[in-house]
């Protein structure tokens, strides 16, 4: 039976029903809608600018719930006239279930006036996030928002904002979007996706000779429950791309799987989406399932390149896999040109306490490990056929609190290498003649770091 077989068959453990986080853009914050502390005589005029707009003093401001942008007081030069303006987001009992957009200007006597309103598209409709970008060209600035209605459907606006009118150029539903210049031509585009019973929808918009519009579509081949993180980088050829990492559920268990998604130019000169991993020659996003254990794509050597997470039992874990599998992590580079992912980097991650041990190469294959459940200590030995022989210890790693009581005898032996937050980090390594020990100083200078 395959590891992927194997792993399947061993979906419903208890480590595979983890939660999900991921980047700031899918992080999201619990709306209040009563009304902000005033903090400054310039947020005071605003909010009598509004009274004066809406005929209400009793007025609820609205709050982006993820992205870059969490206010509902937003300042920018959105017309480029080199002064910023105020957007609010508010819903007033005069205007019933309505959220609005309200621009406002200073006037010749420095006071703030509203100067443009609009409504959001649907009478109770949420802010999912603001953003300000170059979709036309280098110059113009384009309002992008994301809005939620109460059934939780997002509608994604592309407005400019010209001669004091918010005008919408593009709309399109979406469940996630990245914000990115996919296709390198110096203006941002949208990559929206779409979730759907048995597959995933990808649209690339960007700006063309008839204006901004949706150029592409695609297909991935998998439902996607939820989108963990979604990253802008390159791959390990200099192609941009959008790394994407994704919680499936495959026989009723939550796996993760990443996806690459780049864009190639056809022969008339316009973008189209690609997909880097599946190809009709290769299908490499099979090989990137795993556990949803929130490992997620990164430049894990710092080299300005992302990395793809793979996953491969330690050796003696290979045909019982169950909740006390211990894995072996790759990150891997995406070679396009061969269609390859090559192995950059392997370890052992502690899920709980994000970090991970980088293997030297003399470990890969000839080391294991094993967790004691009573303390969360950590023991990595060379595996001799069983994992029940540890006589050739190599190393042990324990976390405390520092609230935490100290044993004396731990003390005599483990060494604190690192602390972070509450938390602090103790190796032991015990002498050895054996080919495969390793120096306090390996430890700490290449092989123990954290994720987060």
């Known amino acids: 039976m395959s590891f992927l077989n194997r792993l399947l068959a061993a979906g419903c453990a208890a480590w595979m029903m983890l939660g999900s986080t991921g980047c700031s853009r899918l992080q999201t914050s619990i709306e209040d809608l009563m009304s902000p502390p005033v903090l400054t005589q310039e947020q005071a005029e605003i909010r009598n600018a509004?009274?004066?707009?809406?005929?209400?003093?009793?007025?609820?401001?609205?709050?982006?719930?993820?992205?870059?942008?969490?206010?509902?007081?937003?300042?920018?030069?959105?017309?480029?006239?080199?002064?910023?303006?105020?957007?609010?987001?508010?819903?007033?009992?005069?205007?019933?279930?309505?959220?609005?957009?309200?621009?406002?200007?200073r006037d010749s006597s420095g006071q703030w006036i509203s100067v443009c309103e609009t409504p959001a598209p649907d009478s109770t409709t949420n802010i999912d996030f603001?953003?300000?970008?170059?979709?036309?060209?280098?110059?113009?600035?384009?309002?992008?928002?994301?809005?939620?209605?109460?059934?939780?459907?997002?509608?994604?606006?592309?407005?400019?904002?010209?001669?004091?009118?918010?005008?919408?150029?593009?709309?399109?539903?979406?469940?996630?979007?990245?914000?990115?210049?996919?296709?390198?031509?110096?203006?941002?585009?949208?990559?929206?996706?779409?979730?759907?019973?048995?597959?995933?929808?990808?649209?690339?918009?960007?700006?063309?000779?008839?204006?901004?519009?949706?150029?592409?579509?695609?297909?991935?081949s998998h439902s996607i429950v939820s989108f963990d993180s979604i990253q802008a980088g390159k791959t390990h050829d200099g192609q941009s791309a959008l790394f994407l990492d994704s919680t499936v559920?495959?026989?009723?268990?939550?796996?993760?799987?990443?996806d690459v998604i780049g864009a190639r130019l056809r022969e008339d000169g316009s973008p189209a989406l690609t997909n880097l991993l599946d190809t009709p020659q290769t299908s490499l996003s099979q090989n990137t399932l795993r556990p949803a254990q929130n490992l997620f794509c990164r430049d894990i050597d710092n080299d300005g390149t992302i990395e793809i997470p793979t996953l491969s039992p330690l050796p003696g874990y290979e045909d019982a896999l169950d909740e006390d599998t211990l894995f072996l992590t790759t990150y891997n580079r995406l070679d396009t040109t061969s269609g390859q992912l090559i192995a950059k980097q392997s370890g052992v991650i502690n899920t709980q306490h994000r970090y991970m041990i980088v293997f030297p190469q003399r470990w890969l294959g000839t080391v294991s490990a094993v967790v004691q459940p009573e303390d969360g200590e950590w023991s990595f030995f060379a595996y001799?056929?069983?994992?029940?022989?540890?006589?050739?210890?190599?190393?042990?790693?324990?976390?405390?609190?520092?609230?935490?009581?100290?044993?004396?005898?731990?003390?005599?032996?483990?060494?604190?290498?690192?602390?972070?937050?509450?938390?602090?980090?103790?190796?032991?390594?015990?002498?050895?003649?054996?080919?495969?020990?390793?120096t306090r100083e390996e430890l700490t200078e290449e092989m123990f770091f954290f994720l987060d």
Not at 253 to 258: L, R, W
Not at 415 to 432: D, R, T, V
């Open 384 to 438: 001799t056929g069983q994992l029940g022989d540890t006589s050739t210890m190599l190393l042990k790693l324990r976390v405390y609190s520092a609230k935490d009581y100290h044993d004396k005898f731990d003390s005599d032996y483990f060494e604190l290498i690192e602390q972070k937050g509450l938390f602090e980090y103790y190796a032991y390594i015990p002498a050895s003649n054996s080919d495969l020990a390793i």
């Open 249 to 258: 559920d495959l026989y009723e268990t939550s796996f993760q799987v990443t």
């Open 50 to 105: 509004l009274s004066r707009v809406s005929g209400d003093s009793n007025i609820k401001y609205k709050y982006p719930q993820s992205g870059d942008y969490r206010s509902s007081f937003i300042f920018y030069d959105i017309d480029s006239d080199g002064s910023e303006e105020a957007l609010v987001f508010y819903q007033s009992s005069s205007k019933g279930d309505a959220t609005w957009i309200n621009i406002l200007d």
């Open 130 to 220: 603001v953003s300000f970008e170059h979709l036309l060209d280098s110059e113009t600035i384009s309002l992008v928002i994301g809005w939620e209605d109460t059934r939780s459907s997002k509608t994604i606006i592309a407005y400019n904002y010209q001669n004091g009118r918010l005008l919408s150029m593009y709309e399109r539903e979406y469940d996630e979007v990245a914000i990115t210049d996919l296709d390198e031509n110096g203006t941002t585009d949208l990559v929206l996706f779409t979730q759907q019973p048995q597959s995933t929808l990808v649209f690339l918009a960007c700006c063309t000779e008839n204006g901004f519009e949706t150029v592409d579509s695609a297909t991935l």
